[in-house]
């Protein structure tokens, strides 16, 4: 069993930034693939980022290329999402996610364990 527990959202201004941590209990962390998926309302679940268990591979959904970076510390059982340049688009509750079985997948059903997410609010 894996816990998530995720950190770092607000309410943060359009051309902001925020970093997100995702905690995980276990000692078989570095194991699992990781990824960060976020909900606004009225809309379906969607991938944000994805990163490996070495942290070698990463995947990215096209609306955040290059203003999101997923990361993780096998060390201190976290992975994290920086965000910056944040747009009101990006107004969602974010959730991370752990997938035991091999492969980055940008399905949510193919992720064993959810965090209870965490509100990330950008004003225009």
């Known amino acids: 069993q894996v816990q998530l527990v995720e950190s770092g959202g607000g309410l943060v201004q359009a051309g902001g930034s925020l970093r997100l941590s995702c905690a995980a209990s276990?000692?078989?962390?570095?194991?699992?693939?990781m990824a960060w998926f976020r909900q606004a309302p009225g809309k379906e679940r969607e991938i944000v980022a994805a990163?490996?268990?070495?942290?070698?591979?990463?995947h990215y959904a096209d609306s955040v290329k290059g203003r999101f970076t997923i990361s993780r510390d096998n060390a201190k059982n976290t992975v994290y999402l920086q965000m910056n340049s944040l747009k009101p688009e990006d107004t969602a509750v974010y959730s991370c996610?752990?997938?035991?079985?091999?492969?980055?997948?940008?399905?949510?059903?193919?992720?064993?364990?959810w965090g209870q997410g965490t509100q990330v609010t950008v004003s225009s």
């Open positions: 996610a752990a997938r035991i079985r091999s492969g980055i997948v940008v399905s949510a059903y193919e992720y064993d364990y």
């Open positions: 276990g000692r078989t962390f570095s194991s699992y693939h």
């Open positions: 990163v490996s268990w070495s942290g070698g591979s990463t």
